[in-house]
């Protein structure tokens, strides 16, 4: 599960990153402003559901270790 976690939290940054990248691009004026402010949206919104993974990637960790009667490392 930790290598899932931190692949949906290295993806929610990246598409974060596009996103800013297309919201740049839409303020310069650069291209298709519309279609660069769409993507920005849609990329924020993939980032968002990227980090809903990890998060609950994070807590089945934790009812797993619970279970075994490991401690919660979540912090």
Not at 1 to 19: C, D, T
Not at 37 to 61: C, I, L, M, S
Request: proline residues 1%; aromatic residues 0%.
């Amino acid at each position: 599960m930790e290598r899932a976690r931190e692949g949906h939290r290295r993806a929610a940054l990246a598409h974060e990153r596009s996103a800013e990248l297309h919201e740049t691009a839409a303020r310069a004026g650069v291209g298709d402003v519309e279609a660069h402010r769409r993507h920005a949206v849609e990329h924020r919104d993939a980032a968002v559901e990227d980090e809903r993974k990890a998060v609950a990637d994070d807590e089945r960790t934790a009812v797993a270790d619970r279970r075994e009667g490991l401690p919660d490392e979540r912090g």
